[in-house]
């Protein structure tokens, strides 16, 4: 038998491709994703006996100064609106990043039956 007849077939590794695509759209289609370069904090402040708690969405450019805008209490519309984007953005990160490591994983095959193939010719 030959090193070529023995190789996995890469049909599965082209299937994934779409699938992730297919995935980023859906998320990209659900609502806004974030920007990069930006995150929220939660910050306090103390006024009287009473500390009031707020979350503030921080963006910094590379080179630029960061800027801080007040999204209200933690729960407002526009914390979890904001919070929402951010997981957003991280989840297209993350299959960007798989995607990434599925075009690797398909040039390292590509190679190996290339070199199967010269194997075989010898």
């Known amino acids: 038998m ?10 599965y590794l082209e299937a994934e491709r779409p699938r992730l695509l297919d995935w980023i759209s859906v998320i990209q289609a659900s609502g806004k ?6 995150w929220l ?16 969405l921080i963006t910094q450019r590379p080179g630029k ?3 801080s805008k007040s999204l209200g209490r933690p729960g407002s519309d526009r914390h979890r609106q904001w919070k929402t984007a951010i997981a957003r953005r991280e989840a297209i990160a993350e299959l960007e990043q ?9 040039e390292r095959q590509d190679q190996a039956l290339q ?4 194997l075989d010719s010898l």
């Open 115 to 118: 070199l199967a193939t010269f």
């Open 98 to 106: 798989q995607l990434k490591m599925l075009e690797a994983l398909r």
């Open 65 to 67: 100064r960061p800027t």
């Open 2 to 11: 030959s090193h070529t007849e023995n190789s996995i077939e890469p049909d």
């Open 33 to 38: 994703v974030a920007p990069a370069y930006c």
């Open 41 to 56: 904090i939660e910050s306090s402040e103390e006024k009287g006996s009473r500390t009031y708690t707020y979350i503030k």
